[in-house]
């Protein structure tokens, strides 16, 4: 989504995943975890502003709204503008960058990523909504179902820019999941849907069970998802107060028990629906800011409007999380990485 101011990760793709060097172009490096502690849960090692209103063969680099850990080691950026950028892992420089586009050659409204296991890359897009399978060389394979009741008004009850926002891949490879980052009419404000999808024999995908997730204020929606190896989410909350700058939260979440909603039409804090039960880890606020400055009032100069996330590797009891902010191509917004150390 678009805010003014503002891998699916199996246990096979997280071992991959370690290839990813903690190295990089950075504005701020680690000391001592204590001193970059962010929560108990939590810590920063640095952050890295190097592609900041930067271009590439002609391309804008930034806008970027999902991450990915592509089958090479390298990183997948996708900016929510109808590109799809691959980035070297250590030094973060663009290696390559692929136009997307829909059926009819029109531009994207592109938010959530996976690269699937045989290199398929699944893009959401915001318009109306969809999943669509690309090529790595970005020609469109195939477009999932989606359930009626998510598509943007007036065909269904979800609000343009408020729709399919995060993506990820379950352990084993076999269920997608995709988070709305608002409610849709008649449910709830605050309580927000996550459809899953199968994969059947034949490599395709049929919708699966749906689950519903209450953010912690109205004013925050769900911008990323990613899955953990025992089948929890690291769930991003996001939003923006004019004149205050962006709020930022970093969830575990655990879907396992929670109450299949796609039959159920309202959702409204109803007894015997089961929410996904969540834990929060950190505001990422409570953050040392490393020396970071911002463009804007923000609650701490390191904040901005982080869109993007991904489970990079691990370090003994520790994910390493980069999460990535959205510059919407505008002057008082920055393109900044984060890189940071999770327990869960």
Same mark, same amino acid.
């Given at each position: 989504? #678009?805010?003014?101011?503002? +891998?699916?990760? /199996? *246990?096979?793709?997280?071992?991959?995943?370690?290839?990813? @060097? $903690?190295?990089?172009?950075?504005?701020?490096?680690?000391?001592?975890?204590?001193?970059?502690?962010?929560?108990?849960?939590?810590?920063?090692? #640095?952050?890295?502003?190097? +592609?900041?209103? /930067? *271009?590439?063969?002609?391309?804008?680099?930034?806008?970027? @709204? $999902?991450?990915?850990?592509?089958?090479?080691?390298?990183?997948?950026?996708?900016?929510?503008?109808?590109?799809?950028?691959?980035?070297?892992?250590k030094t973060l420089a663009p290696k390559r960058v692929v136009p997307l586009a829909d059926e009819n050659g029109a531009a994207l409204d592109s938010e959530g990523l996976v690269i699937d296991r045989d290199g398929t890359r699944l893009i959401t897009s915001e318009t109306e909504p969809s999943?669509?399978?690309?090529?790595?060389?970005?020609?469109?394979?195939d477009r999932l179902p989606v359930p009626s009741s998510l598509l943007v008004a007036p065909a269904g009850r979800a609000t343009t820019n408020q729709?399919?926002?995060?993506?990820?891949?379950?352990?084993?490879?076999?269920?997608?999941?995709?988070?709305?980052?608002?409610?849709?009419?008649?449910?709830?404000?605050?309580i927000v849907r996550f459809q899953t999808w199968n994969r059947t024999k034949d490599d395709h995908w049929r919708l699966g069970a749906q689950y519903a997730y209450r953010t912690d204020e109205a004013i925050l929606g769900v911008p990323e998802v990613q899955a953990l190896p025992d089948g929890r989410l690291l769930v991003l909350e996001r939003g923006f107060t004019s004149g205050v700058g962006n709020t930022v939260r970093l969830f575990v979440a655990d879907p396992r028990h929670a109450t299949d909603t796609s039959g159920i039409e309202n959702l409204t804090g109803q007894a015997g629906v089961r929410l996904i039960k969540k834990t929060l880890l950190t505001d990422i606020a409570t953050c040392p800011s490393l020396g970071a400055t911002a463009k804007q009032p923000q609650p701490n100069p390191l904040l901005d409007n982080i869109e993007?996330?991904?489970?990079?590797?691990?370090?003994?009891?520790?994910?390493?999380?980069?999460?990535?902010?959205?510059?919407?191509?505008?002057?008082v917004q920055t393109t900044r990485f984060y890189y940071l150390r999770v327990r869960v």
């Open positions: 989504m #678009r805010l003014r101011t503002v +891998l699916a990760t /199996t *246990t096979a793709a997280l071992a991959a995943a370690t290839c990813l @060097s $903690a190295a990089g172009p950075a504005t701020a490096d680690a000391n001592s975890s204590a001193d970059h502690a962010c929560s108990p849960s939590v810590s920063i090692d #640095r952050f890295s502003d190097a +592609l900041d209103k /930067t *271009t590439y063969d002609g391309t804008f680099v930034g806008n970027f @709204s $999902a991450l990915a850990v592509d089958k090479d080691g390298s990183l997948a950026a996708l900016e929510d503008r109808s590109s799809l950028f691959d980035l070297d892992a999943i669509r399978r690309y090529s790595p060389d970005g020609k469109i394979l729709t399919f926002e995060g993506l990820t891949l379950l352990p084993g490879g076999h269920t997608l999941l995709a988070s709305m980052e608002y409610a849709i009419s008649g449910d709830s404000t605050g993007g996330m991904v489970i990079t590797g691990r370090d003994k009891d520790r994910f390493k999380v980069l999460l990535v902010s959205d510059d919407n191509q505008n002057a």
